[in-house]
């Protein structure tokens, strides 16, 4: 975890990284940033948020949008008519059974509409500051398997078995840190393997094929 670390300087964080960061990790963006990315390419994420957060703020705000409005703002991230009525009915949720503040606990988030463990996890790391959560999405599950860190076959089973696979010191920090590496070297098809400062100690476990493009990709800097 000290190598990724050091490793992920200056490689493009993941969109809700993004979002969270620059909104001070409000939990209502941070929520419906992380229900928009599931199965979406991070750049349509980041855009489909801005727009919708540029046009509405708070759960009053976007619950008092119409369906088709959500549809339209969020589009073209995947699912996004089903996207949209779970934005809408979580943010009405949030306002008539949660006094229009997010609930901090896994239990309430999770009832939610649209919510689960994944994104639930996430707002409480980046917005609660939960230090005993961890957030598995795909890149989690696919290169802690990869790893041998464990040996499941979904997310869920993954999270379970990273608490007792991982120091406790570490679980804030293994979904920036491996959805970051994910994207940028261990990527599902052909991962930079060459470039991978774990693969001294990386059984590659599922890989048949790597890529020949040794080095990650950068986040340029403006001043």
């Known amino acids: 975890m000290e190598s990724l670390a050091r490793a992920i300087t200056g490689l493009e964080l993941p969109a809700v990284e993004k979002i969270a960061e620059s909104q001070e990790e409000d939990p209502v963006q941070v929520l419906i940033a992380t229900a ?4 979406t390419q991070d750049a349509t994420t980041l855009a489909a948020s801005t727009r919708l957060f540029r046009r509405a703020r708070t759960p009053q705000t976007i619950a008092a949008l119409s369906v088709r409005e959500i549809e339209r703002l969020i589009y073209p991230v995947s699912f996004y008519r089903h ?3 779970y934005v809408k009915a979580a943010c009405r949720m949030i306002v008539e059974k949660f006094g229009g503040r997010v609930p901090g606990t896994m239990e309430e ?3 939610l509409p649209g919510v689960g463990r994944k994104t639930a996890n996430l707002v409480l790391i980046l917005s609660f500051k ?11 599950h696919r290169i802690s398997n990869r790893l041998g860190w464990v040996r499941t076959r979904t997310p869920e089973d993954t999270e379970l078995s990273l608490y007792e ?22 990527r599902p098809v052909y991962p930079k393997c060459s470039a991978c400062v774990l693969r001294p100690q990386c059984p590659q476990r599922g890989v048949t094929r790597v890529s020949k493009d040794a080095a990650p990709h950068r986040a340029e800097r403006t001043a």
Do not use: M
Request: include cysteine.
């Open 36 to 39: 928009l990315s599931a199965r």
């Open 83 to 85: 996207k949209a009525r």
């Open 109 to 111: 988030l999770t009832t």
């Open 165 to 186: 696979a991982t120091d406790s010191r570490w679980w804030p920090y293994i979904n920036l840190y491996l959805v970051t590496w994910g994207q940028n070297v261990c």
């Open 130 to 140: 939960s230090q005993r959560n961890i957030c598995v999405d795909t890149h989690v």
